[in-house]
C-alpha cells in the first residue's frame, strides 16, 4: 500500500504543469490535507459533512507522510504549511457563508472549491 502511495505521489508530481513552482511532495500533500480538514469542518457545521471528504482527507495525510524521508514526522514548515492552508481555506468557506458582500462571499466560495478542487486533482479517481 505505501509504495503504491509513493508511486501516485510521484505520478502526481510528474504530471503537474509546466511552470509550477517546484513544491516539496510533502508540503503540497499537507497543505491539502489541511484544507479538506477545514471543508470538513465547515461541513459539520453546517449539517453538511462529507465522508468521502474524511477519506479523501485521510489519503493526504498518508501521501504526506510517504513523501517524507525517514521518521514520517512533520517537519516544522511542513506542519505550518498545513495549518497555514488549514486556516485559509477556513477564512475563505466563513467569508463565503457569512459575508454581508454578496460579492466578496461568491468569490470567497469560488476561491476555497478552486483550492479543493487543486488537491482533489492530484488523487487519481478524486475530482
Known amino acids: ?3 503504491a502511495l509513493r508511486l501516485l505521489a510521484a505520478t502526481c508530481l510528474l504530471a503537474a504543469p509546466l511552470g509550477a513552482a517546484p513544491q516539496d511532495p510533502s508540503t503540497l500533500f499537507a497543505q491539502c490535507a489541511g484544507r479538506l480538514a477545514a471543508t470538513i469542518e465547515q461541513g459539520w457545521l453546517t449539517g453538511r459533512h462529507d465522508t468521502r471528504l474524511a477519506r479523501l482527507k485521510r489519503d493526504f495525510d498518508v501521501l504526506t507522510d510517504a513523501a517524507l524521508p525517514g521518521s514520517g514526522v512533520l517537519p516544522p514548515a511542513t506542519r505550518a504549511a498545513r495549518i497555514e492552508a488549514k486556516a485559509h481555506q477556513a477564512f475563505l468557506l466563513r467569508m463565503a457563508a457569512f459575508h454581508a458582500d454578496h460579492r466578496r462571499a461568491r468569490l470567497a466560495a469560488a476561491a476555497a472549491r478552486d ?3 487543486r488537491c482533489l486533482s492530484l488523487l487519481l479517481g478524486a475530482g
Open 1 to 3: 500500500m505505501q509504495n
Open 115 to 117: 483550492h479543493r478542487a
